[in-house]
């Protein structure tokens, strides 16, 4: 009686995913070739060779490729993982390789992804965060303006709740899109002493950013932007996630899962390291002078 048993657990062992995975090869999905993408894969693949050595990541390029090529190359070479890169890549390994662990990196808002057999790191800094160092940029800035839509409605709570938290004040205005940006913007400039921008391409598009950056320089606002390209193109300061450090917090997920863990017990995490940048010349303009360490902690300063 014993052996038939055994073989009835062993088949019901296969028959079952557990979302965990043996050590061999992973597939990378990126959305595009982008260089913030191509950083994550690369901290991603120096993550895994530390822990586990020659584990081997082929790379599949969502805009170049197609998604259904992607998945039938994937499910016929038996990769034990999906390493999916950018928003496009992860919704694709989400709806079609349920039963294949995937670890995320690249994406801001990823709670709809999140599921059974999908976990990793999101790009969106939290806001406790980002009001920290703005304190610390602009010590005297107590006014935090904030133009949103429902889309980003739970990133301006959570700014609301970080600056109660530490004592300054939340100046917003809901918009439905960001064509009417200015007439909000206008209403508000002389209420706040910094504009903070959140990632919702509903209200942030090239022409309102156009018009953000000009506006904010001629009402002396300063602005935060969401990467080191806003603030070459006139933001004050810039915050964003390390995005090959991104790429090792997710290879650090995939070992645990090569190792046996299962997705849906791996916490998905927000960005350890933050990098800054900072425009002296927008500085110059505001008539703000910038602290000597702030400058030097900086990854990239525009002159």
């Not at 999905?29 to 895994?48: H, K, M, T, Y």
């Not at 060779?49 to 998945?71: N, P, Q």
């Not at 090792?248 to 990098?275: H, T």
């Amino acid at each position: 009686m014993k052996k038939p048993l055994l073989l009835i657990a062993i088949a019901a062992l296969f028959a079952s995913p557990s979302h965990g995975a043996a050590q061999g090869e992973i597939s990378a999905i990126l959305s595009s070739g982008i260089a913030p993408n191509r950083q994550a894969l690369e901290g991603f693949r120096e993550a895994v060779r530390e822990r586990k050595g020659s584990v081997r990541t082929d790379e599949h390029f969502l805009d170049k490729e197609g998604g259904e090529a992607i998945v039938q190359h994937i499910l016929a070479e038996k990769s034990v993982m999906v390493f999916a890169v950018g928003p496009d890549a992860a919704w694709l390994a989400k709806e079609r390789l349920r039963n294949m662990p995937v670890v995320f990196a690249m994406v801001l808002n990823p709670s709809p992804l999140l599921g059974q057999n999908v976990t990793g790191v999101s790009l969106e800094i939290p806001a406790r965060v980002k009001l920290e160092k703005i304190r610390k940029f602009l010590p005297d800035a107590r006014r935090v303006g904030v133009i949103y839509s429902k889309t980003s409605m739970a990133q301006y709570r959570d700014v609301v709740q970080g600056c109660k938290a530490l004592g300054l004040q939340a100046v917003g205005r809901e918009v439905e899109s960001g064509k009417e940006f200015p007439k909000a913007f206008g209403e508000m400039a002389q209420q706040m002493d910094l504009f903070l921008m959140l990632p919702d391409t509903k209200v942030f598009f090239p022409k309102s950013i156009e018009y953000l950056l000009v506006e904010a320089l001629k009402n002396k606002v300063p602005v935060i932007g969401l990467a080191a390209s806003y603030t070459r193109a006139g933001a004050l300061f810039s915050f964003e996630a390390d995005y090959r450090d991104v790429g090792r917090q997710a290879g650090v997920m995939a070992v645990k899962i090569i190792d046996g863990g299962k997705s849906a017990n791996i916490e998905p995490a927000a960005p350890r390291r933050i990098k800054s940048s900072v425009n002296l010349a927008v500085a110059g303009r505001l008539g703000i002078m910038i602290d000597p360490q702030v400058i030097r902690e900086a990854s990239e300063v525009f002159r």
